[in-house]
């Protein structure tokens, strides 16, 4: 009798160890096998996002994106254009090797983004008869609760703005979350950046003036989640962004080839 209830007791665990391996086994095969789909759904939505912020139909993403998108790497030290793949470039992994990024001065950082690669690729966007359209930034910042990241749409001015387009954020649901609400991204359209010495202007503020060229209204009840979009953009414009690349582009010193 003993022996019988060992032999059931240890069937038991062959049986649920022989099917827990087997599930282990399946999942990992599901997660491998669908590794490239999910890479090939990241690089669609990331096309997506460029077309759109830059006011291009997404019909068509894949031939709308090679007619109408050039992408190129930019050194941010120099703000120069720099030889490299830009379509495989990961913005993300160079700023978390030492050997292709810098670490942010804490008194400089008030993105809170801690690393910034050395490198960051920019969207050409064209028009139909290939004239330039846009010019357009990866940027990204602390918010309330998470990265908040962003493409900028600028004018070949290399001022006034375009679109903003939040595409990755995890701010509170209906508060800072409205980061992305189409309302609030349509008062960005027609805003510049800098004024005429080149500084930074652009605020992001409770009741911003009606008519201002350079203020943004902050989001209802997510101060913390509008500091950090002002902050995002202090930073990306400044020095230790974008600021070396769009001071030649404002002084019409890039060949954009």
Request: with cysteine; glycine share 8%.
């Amino acid at each position: 009798m003993a022996n019988k209830k060992k032999e059931t007791v240890l069937r038991t665990f062959v049986v649920i160890g022989t099917l827990c391996l087997v599930c282990a086994i399946v999942v990992s095969l599901s997660a491998v096998g669908l590794r490239p789909l999910q890479k090939e759904n990241k690089a669609l939505d990331k096309q997506i996002n460029i077309l759109q912020v830059a006011g291009l139909s997404v019909d068509n993403v894949a031939q709308s994106y090679q007619q109408h998108i050039v992408a190129k790497l930019v050194d941010l030290n120099t703000g120069d254009f720099v030889f490299g793949d830009a379509s495989t470039y990961s913005q993300t992994s160079a700023a978390k090797d030492p050997k292709t990024s810098i670490k942010v001065p804490s008194a400089e950082d008030v993105a809170k983004i801690g690393r910034r690669a050395n490198l960051a690729p920019v969207y050409l966007a064209r028009d139909d008869q290939g004239k330039l359209k846009a010019i357009i930034l990866p940027i990204h910042g602390q918010g309330l609760w998470s990265t908040m990241y962003a493409l900028l749409a600028l004018k070949p001015d290399g001022n006034t703005v375009m679109g903003l387009n939040y595409y990755q954020q995890e701010e509170t649901p209906g508060l800072g979350a409205e980061v992305e609400n189409p309302a609030w991204k349509a008062q960005w359209v027609g805003k510049t950046l800098f004024d005429s010495k080149g500084d930074l202007v652009l605020r992001v503020m409770k009741n911003a003036p009606k008519g201002s060229a350079h203020d943004i209204d902050a989001l209802s009840g997510a101060t913390l989640t509008s500091d950090g979009v002002e902050n995002t953009f202090k930073f990306w414009m400044g020095p230790q962004g974008w600021g070396p690349f769009l001071e030649k582009v404002r002084k019409g010193e890039i060949n954009y080839g």
